[in-house]
């Protein structure tokens, strides 16, 4: 009887080891012990607003790992600079995963950045998941099974705004400053054609800046002068400090909305100043840290315990913090589901069956959806007002699934 | 009428950005004949120096005087133990120390302040300043102002002082200069010195417009250098109407050239710095140098 158990445990052991051996031989960068996740981020260079983004995901995983890691695993990330740059993020990418074998590379940020190897990424065949971009290309499975982006896309706001208009604002003239790249046309596409019809009559001029402009002072004098009454800005953290100072210091006062992408008190609000910023309406769906609504919130209380234990020198009122610290939580869930089969397909897979997901972070009724052709997971968001001091979210949660 | 008054307004207010960064460049090319390509990330490092400064609390203007004593240092040390091992060096040498000069300063500024952008505070009035239908802000004229005054020194430093003659003898020719007992080693870190020194003053003046950031310096140093050769890099004066120059030609080229429009306007930049390269090599106020070989 003795006997007979410990040949079977031995068998089971054994089995298990195999299993996980042969797994390892499979993909590259995943072992019995460890999986190896790639990641670019611009920690320096014009974007460098959103480093933090790379820090506090690394400060997460290291949490994970304390704490058991995923099903045995360790995760080891491996995360480059690529300061923005397209050519650097391809130098990058390739070496992740020519050279240092990761199995799949998680959040690469950036719309310009995500474009230049989201072709070597299908190519290769390797998972190029949860992108921290809101192009809405990144949600191609039928002619880019192994790209998935992850927040909502920059069209779903754009049509939240447009709707916005539509019903608040009579005799709605819109200026638009935009990024001349794919990330800025899809901002505005989302605008257009939630505006519809109405789109010619109500957009009374269009402006653009390059990231590596000096200063967008001109465009914003452009804008004031087109007699516009309503300013859409859809620009980085760096531009945006910019035209939220020249906005106000030229005495134009525009209803003003600020694209997600940086609505960071931290970074961009509050070096603006509160007489600059107040009034200003923008989208979200993770909790700001800054609203003291969440303050006895257990996920607002678990990340900044997180965050004070794994990131203590990160800021705790940058929404980008939370925004890394999702995006990560979201990636282990998929390693989660996954199991003990980390071959790439599988990651996809599972990857592509989310279902219901909740973050702890997200703002209350916003969950994590994903299936086959559905490779947009997060679809919901609500309208949020500057008030000076934090976001205000009013109106209800939006749902582009829905619509 | 109204867009055109406001479109030359704002760009004389950015123009006085690069006048004041090109204004450090000339600077450094009169007192060493190097064209400095660290000069962005030196006066954005002493910017840096004066954030720490009012940050723990000192007065403004304290912190402005101490900051460019301390650049001044900095420029001067910069040059006894970086450029100068390379002093003999090929022009091409100098150039590749002063890049590394760059990357190094951009990398331990972000090391040490972080890449998070800061506000910056501006001695001047915050509310804007309105003439009829043009409106612009106070600090935009405050620093186009100081901007007039460094110019108003330099130009009688380098023609009216003994130190200021000795230091464009030095860097003219250096042997007839040594000769005539001008010590030409302490008179090219003394450029070094007064550019880093003039280079802060810009680097103050810029970051309440553009947010104090390691790379806030990146942009517009392409257009200080665009001013600068069309100035003239021999002429401070230049510089500065350069500056300015570039500043209202791309505002106007960007806002009525159709075909260019806010998507080329720093290509527009390149293109003043090649057309002036092939038409009028030494700018608009600058000296022919003629050279025997």
């Known amino acids: ?403 | 009428m109204d867009i055109f008054l406001q479109q030359v307004v704002s760009g004389l207010a950015t123009g006085g950005i690069y006048a004041s960064l090109a204004l450090a460049l000339v600077m450094i090319y009169q007192a060493t004949d190097v064209v400095n390509f660290a000069q962005g990330e030196m006066a954005m490092f002493s910017t840096y120096l004066a954030w720490s400064m009012l940050n723990a609390g000192l007065p403004y203007w304290v912190a402005f005087a101490a900051t460019l004593a301390l650049a001044f240092v900095g420029g001067l040390l910069i040059e006894r133990i970086v450029i100068r091992p390379v002093e003999n060096a090929p022009v091409l040498a100098v150039v590749i120390v002063c890049i590394g000069l760059l990357v190094i300063l951009n990398s331990v500024a972000g090391w040490i302040y972080s890449y998070i952008q800061k506000p910056f505070p501006s001695p001047f009035p915050n509310a804007p300043i309105k003439l009829g239908n043009v409106v612009f802000g106070a600090h935009d004229l405050g620093a186009i102002g100081i901007t007039l005054v460094v110019l108003l020194f330099l130009y009688v430093f380098f023609r009216y002082t003994t130190l200021g003659l000795a230091m464009r003898a030095a860097a003219q020719n250096p042997v007839s200069s040594r000769l005539c007992g001008v010590r030409v080693g302490w008179m090219l870190a003394i450029g070094w010195g007064l550019a880093a020194l003039v280079g802060a003053v810009a680097g103050i003046m810029v970051a309440p417009i553009v947010f104090l950031d390691p790379n806030m310096m990146a942009g517009i140093l392409i257009y200080a250098f665009a001013s600068a050769t069309l100035g003239g890099f021999t002429s401070p004066g230049g510089a500065v109407v350069g500056g300015l120059l570039v500043g209202v030609i791309e505002n106007l080229v960007g806002t009525y050239v159709r075909f260019i429009g806010t998507e080329l306007k720093l290509t527009v930049a390149l293109a003043i710095i090649v057309i002036v390269l092939v038409v009028k090599p030494s700018g608009l106020f600058g000296r022919v140098v003629v050279r025997r070989v």
Request: net charge neutral; charged share 20%; with cysteine.
């Open chain 1, 1 to 403: 009887m003795r006997f007979r158990t410990v040949a079977l445990s031995l068998t089971v052991v054994a089995t298990l080891a195999l299993a996980a051996w042969a797994g390892a031989a499979d993909t590259p960068g995943v072992t019995a012990t460890e999986v190896k996740i790639g990641h670019t981020n611009p920690y320096s260079g014009n974007a460098s607003a959103y480093g933090t983004i790379g820090k506090v995901i690394t400060a997460y995983f290291k949490k994970a790992n304390e704490e058991g890691g995923v099903n045995g695993r360790k995760i080891n990330f491996v995360t480059y600079d690529d300061a923005y740059s397209p050519p650097k993020t391809v130098e990058m990418v390739r070496k992740l995963v020519e050279q240092d074998q990761v199995a799949f590379v998680f959040n690469t940020l950036g719309t310009p950045t995500n474009s230049a190897i989201h072709k070597y990424m299908n190519q290769q065949k390797v998972p190029h998941l949860f992108l921290a971009t809101g192009a809405t290309k990144w949600g191609d499975p039928e002619h880019f099974p192994w790209t998935m982006g992850w927040q909502p896309t920059y069209q779903t706001e754009g049509k939240i705004y447009a709707q916005y208009i539509l019903n608040n604002v009579p005799n709605a003239k819109v200026g638009i400053l935009y990024q001349n790249d794919d990330y800025g046309k899809d901002y505005v596409k989302g605008l257009k054609d939630g505006l519809g019809d109405a789109a010619k009559k109500i957009i009374v001029m269009e402006q653009t800046y390059e990231a590596t402009d000096a200063t967008i002072d001109s465009q914003i004098v452009n804008l004031k002068n087109s007699g516009a009454n309503v300013f859409y800005n859809v620009t980085i953290p760096k531009y945006a400090v910019q035209a939220i100072k020249k906005t106000h210091d030229i005495g134009w006062k525009p209803l003003h909305l600020l694209n997600n992408v940086s609505a960071s008190v931290g970074q961009v609000m509050k070096p603006v100043g509160s007489d600059a910023s107040r009034g200003i309406l923008t989208t979200q769906y993770l909790k700001d840290p800054t609203d003291p609504q969440w303050k006895n919130d257990k996920g607002y209380q678990d990340w900044l315990a997180f965050m004070k234990k794994y990131y203590p020198e990160g800021n705790v009122e940058d929404a980008f913090n939370v925004y890394g610290y999702s995006a990560a939580q979201t990636m282990v869930q998929v390693l989660k589901q996954c199991g003990n089969d980390l071959s790439r397909e599988s990651i996809m897979k599972q990857a592509a069956s989310l279902k219901d997901f909740m973050l702890p972070m997200a703002l209350p009724g916003i969950k994590v959806n994903t299936g086959p052709k559905d490779f947009y997971p997060i679809e919901q968001e609500q309208l949020a007002k500057f008030d000076g001091e934090r976001w205000v979210l009013f109106g209800e949660v939006y749902d582009a699934s829905k619509k």
